[in-house]
């Protein structure tokens, strides 16, 4: 009789765990909303890359070209950068930024302690063609834009602070620095002047999604 009482609490403490192992293996996946799943962090900084994650940006542990190129979307070809607003894109190459106007801008670099030179398309002028207005007011001011790098780290704009006629910085769509294009950090880099630190600046620049607050 002793015997079958033990081997009935041996059964249960076998089940019990199996059960508790089944619930968290449920735990490491979320789904994504498009059918696809991805391993959940198990603390803040799992999955992020902490050179360029860390700062006051975030990463979600998905890459840049996989978030704009989501389902239903066409190929982004390499080294251009995608926006999109409203059910519209547009994809911009090194050679489509080359035939807009540029503007220079020369900006204090925090990280390297040193003034920076950089030639580009102000983000505002590619906005623009989307349908986004020039000249915001109301619910126009409610529209931002999250900037996204090709590691996955984003940074978030209000559309008065990208445009000249709400706010005096210029936030740039750089392809080159001090007349060369850009190396490490490029082929495109998102440069906003009057910020003390560049923590909002993206390094390889791959696209970004206006959005509507609600």
Known sequence: MRIGVWAVLALGLSVGTAGA???????Q?????????????????????MGHCGGMGHCDGKSGASIMQ????????????????????????????????????????EHTKANETYS???????VTKLGVASQPHGKDLGIYLEA??????????????VNPEVHDGTVLVADSEDGKPIGADGPLKLVAPGEKHPSRWLRNLVGGRVVTAE
Do not use: C
């Open 148 to 161: 996204i790098g090709t590691d996955g780290y984003k940074a978030v704009y209000s559309v008065g602070e």
């Open 21 to 27: 192992q089944s619930q968290g293996n449920q735990g």
């Open 120 to 126: 580009g398309v102000p983000l505002i002028d590619l």
């Open 29 to 49: 996946t979320e789904d994504m909303g498009q059918g696809q799943t991805q391993p959940k962090a198990t603390d803040a900084g799992a999955g992020m890359d």
């Open 70 to 109: 989501g389902k239903g979307m066409p190929p982004l070809a390499a080294g251009a950068m995608r926006i999109t607003y409203s059910g519209k894109l547009s994809d911009w190459t090194l050679a489509a930024l080359a035939a807009v106007p540029h503007k220079p801008i020369t900006v204090f670099n």
